[in-house]
T-cell receptor, first 114, second 111 residues
Framework: DADVTQTPRNRITKTGKRIMLECSQT?????MYWYRQDPGLGLRLIYY???????NKGEISDGYSVSRQAQAKFSLSLESAIPNQTALYFC?????????????FGEGSRLTVL | SQKIEQNSEALNIQEGKTATLTCNYT??????LQWYRQDPGRGPVFLLL?????KEKRKERLKVTFDTTLKQSLFHITASQPADSATYLC??????????FGKGTHLIIQP
C-alpha cells in the first residue's frame, strides 16, 4: 500500500463546482504539502502544514483552501472550480524541515475543469 | 525573483553512456539542493540531497555536484539504462519559501 494516498486519482468537473481532493499518509510525518504541476511550469506550492494546528499559504494559494483534519489527513478544496485550475495535484509529506529533508509524494490527482 | 533552469529539451543518451543533467539557478543562495525522478503520471521520487558545503554526493550509479560559485548542479547517471528514462527535477531549498522546483529535464536512454 502507498504511504501517501490521494483520492480521487482522476476527476472531471464543471466550472463553479466545489471540489475536494483528499490526502492521507501512513508515514507518521507532521509536515504535509499540496503542490500543483502544470506542463512547462513545474511544481508549485499551494499550501503547507507543519502540524495539525498550523496552516500556511504557499506560492499560489488563491482559489484554494485546505483542512488538516488529523496528523495523517490533509485536504485541498476548490470552492468554485475554474478551467485554469485544471492540473495535476500532488500531496507530499516530510519528516524533517521542508528544505532539508526529502519529500514523499502521493501518486497525484488529475483534475479537469470544463 | 529566483529562477531555476533545467534543460527544457529532452536529452537522448545511448545505453551504457553517462547522462549529465544540468540545473542552473539565479537570484538565489540555496543551502540545499535535491534531485527527484518523476515517471509519467506518477509522483516525484527523491533521489539525492546535497548541501552547500558539499561539492559532490554519490549513490550507486548517481552522482551530484554542487557549485555555489557557478550557481549550478550537475546530475550524472553512469552506465545508463533504458529504465533510467524519466523526467528529473532539481529543487532548491534553504529559504523561507521551502523547496523551489525546476521544470525538469526529460531523459531518454536509447537501447
Amino acid at each position: 500500500d502507498a504511504d501517501v494516498t490521494q483520492t480521487p486519482r482522476n476527476r472531471i468537473t464543471k466550472t463553479g463546482k466545489r471540489i475536494m481532493l483528499e490526502c492521507s499518509q501512513t508515514k507518521g510525518h507532521d509536515r504535509m504539502y499540496w503542490y500543483r504541476q502544470d506542463p512547462g511550469l513545474g511544481l508549485r506550492l499551494i499550501y503547507y502544514s507543519f502540524d495539525v494546528k498550523d496552516i500556511n499559504k504557499g506560492e499560489i494559494s488563491d482559489g484554494y483552501s485546505v483542512s488538516r483534519q488529523a496528523q495523517a489527513k490533509f485536504s485541498l478544496s476548490l470552492e468554485s472550480a475554474i478551467p485554469n485550475q485544471t492540473a495535476l495535484y500532488f500531496c507530499a509529506t516530510s519528516r524533517e524541515e521542508w528544505n532539508t529533508g526529502e519529500l514523499f509524494f502521493g501518486e497525484g490527482s488529475r483534475l479537469t475543469v470544463l | 525573483s529566483q529562477k531555476i533552469e533545467q534543460n527544457s529539451e529532452a536529452l537522448n543518451i545511448q545505453e551504457g553512456k553517462t547522462a549529465t543533467l544540468t540545473c542552473n539557478y539565479t537570484n538565489y543562495s540555496p543551502a540545499y539542493l535535491q534531485w527527484y525522478r518523476q515517471d509519467p503520471g506518477r509522483g516525484p521520487v527523491f533521489l539525492l540531497l546535497i548541501r552547500e558545503n558539499e561539492k559532490e554526493k554519490r549513490k550507486e550509479r548517481l552522482k551530484v555536484t554542487f557549485d555555489t560559485t557557478l550557481k549550478q548542479s550537475l546530475f550524472h547517471i553512469t552506465a545508463s539504462q533504458p529504465a533510467d528514462s524519466a523526467t528529473y527535477l532539481c529543487a532548491l531549498g534553504g529559504g523561507a519559501d521551502g523547496l523551489t522546483f525546476g521544470k525538469g529535464t526529460h531523459l531518454i536512454i536509447q537501447p
